[in-house]
């Protein structure tokens, strides 16, 4: 069984930073693609950050300049950065990783159990 799990939430003041980490464990072949997603109350989870298995980054244009994502591939790892918070980046935070578990599957989606971001003075 894989596991996301997520850490590194909480409450910040506008304008302050956050570190989210999410760590991919169980009987895991190979990871690929890694991502942060979010949600806010009353809207849809949507797009952060994601990091592909090259290495290639991509970013959501509210969030471009302010949030750096990178991994730890040897970890299982992804990390989000996230600088110059606004009030309207607070949501809760889904690390997700696509993962195959064995040469006999296929690449499967896993998600997180989510973090809160909150972001308020």
């Known amino acids: 069984q894989v596991q996301l799990v997520e850490s590194g939430g909480g409450l910040v003041q506008p304008g302050e930073s956050l570190r989210l980490s999410c760590a991919a464990s169980?009987?895991?072949?190979?990871?690929?693609?890694m991502g942060w997603y979010r949600q806010a109350p009353g809207k849809q989870r949507e797009l952060v950050a994601d990091?592909?298995?090259?290495?290639?980054?991509n970013y959501a244009d509210a969030v471009k300049g302010r949030f750096g994502i990178s991994g730890d591939r040897a970890k299982r790892t992804v990390y989000l950065q996230m600088s110059s918070l606004k009030p309207e980046d607070a949501a809760v935070y889904y690390c997700?990783?696509?993962?195959?578990?064995?040469?006999?599957?296929?690449?499967?989606?896993?998600w997180g159990q989510g973090t809160q971001v909150t972001v308020s003075s």
């Open positions: 169980g009987s895991i072949f190979k990871t690929y693609a």
């Open positions: 997700r990783a696509d993962i195959l578990l064995s040469t006999s599957m296929s690449i499967t989606t896993y």
């Open positions: 990091l592909t298995e090259g290495g290639r980054t």
